[in-house]
T-cell receptor, first 116, second 114 residues
Framework: AQKVTQAQTEISVVEKEDVTLDCVYE???????LFWYKQPPSGELVFLIR????DEQNEISGRYSWNFQKSTSSFNFTITASQVVDSAVYFC?????????????WGLGTSLAVNP | EAGVAQSPRYKIIEKRQSVAFWCNPI?????LYWYQQILGQGPKLLIQ????????DSQLPKDRFSAERLKGVDSTLKIQPAKLEDSAVYLC????????????FGSGTRLTVV
């Protein structure tokens, strides 16, 4: 069965600190996608990244970086030099490969508070 | 490109009343999803449409929830009658084709049942 675990329920940091949000997943598929979404207080889900299972290269986008390690089934997300605007709930999700129809399996989210 | 549009943004109703939410997906997106997100939880898929057909409604409480996407574009989700536990954010998302190229979410409708 597919599952996404975000062990950190809440994290609180001070502005300019680096912070890493953990994501561990379970799947029997060999082809799958992993996602990170940001949900600010306004409620919308903002797409951050999609990574397919065949691409283990780490990715950096500005202050955001992602570390995908298939050996440990992890897809961790790091924010460097955090800012107050980074305060949000962050969700990790796994897209399974149920035939030709993919479903998103969500973690419970990590609530990040960046304090000035 | 315009995003996924949802309305209303907020809704407060009394229990046993009915309510409807509207979603307009990104133009050309064949797949449309309705999710329910209860406070403190991740989104839960209620129903998935491929064009105007239902692909998955296994988690839709069919005794009170219904959804349609008559022309394969806009969709409405209805709750009748509402219960207190239906208080949640209802998110609509769309994808080009069954999520192969990612998903785009709307801003959601925050429903409060009192």
């Amino acid at each position: 069965a597919q599952k996404v675990t975000q062990a950190q329920t809440e994290i609180s940091v001070v502005e300019k600190e680096d912070v890493t949000l953990d994501c561990v997943y379970e799947t029997r598929d060999t082809t799958y996608y992993l996602f990170w979404y940001k949900q600010p207080p306004s409620g919308e889900l903002v797409f951050l990244i999609r990574r397919n299972s065949f691409d283990e290269q780490n990715e950096i986008s500005g202050r955001y970086s992602w570390n995908f390690q298939k050996s440990t089934s992890s897809f961790n997300f790091t924010i460097t030099a955090s800012q107050v605007v980074d305060s949000a709930v962050y969700f990790c999700a796994l897209s399974d490969n149920a035939g030709n129809n993919r479903k998103l399996i969500w973690g419970l989210g990590t609530s990040l508070a960046v304090n000035p | 490109e315009a995003g996924v549009a949802q309305s209303p943004r907020y809704k407060i109703i009394e229990k046993r009343q009915s309510v409807a939410f509207w979603c307009n997906p990104i133009s050309g997106h064949a797949t449309l999803y309705w999710y329910q997100q209860i406070l403190g939880q991740g989104p839960k898929l209620l129903i998935q449409f491929q064009n105007n057909g239902v692909v998955d409604d296994s988690q839709l409480p069919k005794d009170r929830f219904s959804a349609e996407r008559l022309k394969g574009v806009d969709s409405t989700l209805k709750i009748q009658p509402a219960k207190l536990e239906d208080s949640a954010v209802y998110l609509c998302a769309s994808s080009l084709d069954r999520g192969k190229d990612g998903y785009t979410f709307g801003s959601g409708t925050r429903l409060t049942v009192v």
